[in-house]
T-cell receptor, first 114, second 111 residues
Framework: KAGVTQTPRYLIKTRGQQVTLSCSPI?????VSWYQQTPGQGLQFLFE???????NKGNFPGRFSGRQFSNSRSEMNVSTLELGDSALYLC?????????????FGSGTQLSVL | ELKVEQNPLFLSMQEGKNYTIYCNYS?????LYWYRQDPGKSLESLFV?????AVKQEGRLMASLDTKARLSTLHITAAVHDLSATYFC???????????FGTGTRLQVFP
């Protein structure tokens, strides 16, 4: 059974640009959640999607958005990039929900904003 | 504001020794998770604790949950080098449906 796949693995962008990250969950999983990991702030919850609907959102500005498609694949978009957006972005999938069961994490996308 | 604090933040221990990592959280929660992250890698689920008094063990690791004290422990028995990693606890606050991660404990096991 394939795991959670995130693409791309690495990204380098400049300030002001926008970026889209992709996450393919484990087959059959309907929940996809996203997390930002930085040395200073640790792991922070961004948002969760379930059956194409955003179910929960963390405390991030509106520049951070996401969506989920009918096949449960999810994308995350960050517009008007800032230096502080440099981070490892992790997505995780589960059958029913990010807070009801263990999560399966992807390898992450390392975003560097110059 | 919810706080999930782990201590210690860094732990260097000798192989064969025992130690405990603590996870304290500041609000009610009856669900707690432990994850492991190897350097440069993603997170791997270790334990899911869903009730007060829950205890789970796998190999040299044992996790427990005391919801009244708002405390979870991850006990390491007879550490081996392969346990070197960063360990995170994560809780779901009672009035939300969000997963909040702790600060992480970086464990290094040396011969």
């Amino acid at each position: 059974k394939a795991g959670v796949t995130q693409t791309p693995r690495y990204l380098i962008k400049t300030r002001g640009q926008q970026v889209t990250l992709s996450c393919s969950p484990i087959s059959g999983h309907r929940s996809v959640s996203w997390y930002q990991q930085t040395p200073g702030q640790g792991l922070q919850f961004l948002f969760e999607y379930f059956s194409e609907t955003q179910r929960n959102k963390g405390n991030f500005p509106g520049r951070f958005s996401g969506r989920q498609f009918s096949n449960s694949r999810s994308e995350m978009n960050v517009s008007t990039l800032e230096l502080g957006d440099s981070a490892l972005y992790l997505c995780a999938s589960s059958l029913w929900g990010a807070t009801n069961e263990k999560l399966f994490f992807g390898s992450g996308t390392q975003l560097s904003v110059l | 504001e919810l706080k999930v604090e782990q201590n210690p933040l860094f732990l260097s221990m000798q192989e064969g020794k025992n130690y405990t990592i603590y996870c304290n959280y500041s609000t009610t929660s009856d669900r707690l998770y432990w994850y492991r992250q190897d350097p440069g890698k993603s997170l791997e689920s270790l334990f899911v604790l869903l009730s007060n008094g829950a205890v789970k063990q796998e190999g040299r690791l044992m996790a427990s949950l005391d919801t009244k004290a708002r405390l979870s422990t991850l006990h390491i028995t007879a550490a081996v080098h392969d346990l070197s990693a960063t360990y995170f606890c994560a809780v779901v606050p009672g009035n939300t449906d969000k997963l909040i991660f702790g600060t992480g404990t970086r464990l290094q096991v040396f011969p």
